[in-house]
């Protein structure tokens, strides 16, 4: 990564990218990939979800990236799931088309950094967006 100054936050964008835009990238690319569009002031809206490891190493990068990178407070992470009601037909279906994508589609996945993004809170009903002033 090369060092980086976001200055003084002015606005942001809320950006959505499909999984098929990211699914054939290795872990690397996928995280170099979010993390620029994190870089650029934006919230990402990325449908469906990383794999636990990725999740892992896009925290782990970020905690690193505190040091190095001006202005740059970390990020604020929440994945939102489809229902869990699902009958046992219902999730086999699920857990085949997941496998055949590559990815879990029924799942949304918000990134954005700290330094926009307050706090995510999710429950069953709604998920609220907090952020800074």
Partial sequence: MTKRNLGKIKGFSLQFLPFNEIRDLNSSD????????ILGNNILILQGKLLPEEETR?????MAMIRHVKNFKGIELAVISGSNRANILQKARQGIANAISGGDLGAITIIGPATIVKEIKKNPRKI???LNK
Avoid at 30 to 37: F, G
Avoid at 58 to 62: A, H, S
């Fill in 30 to 37: 996928r995280i170099k990939k979010i993390l620029d569009i």
């Fill in 58 to 62: 896009l925290i782990g990068d970020t």
């Fill in 128 to 130: 609220e967006l907090l």
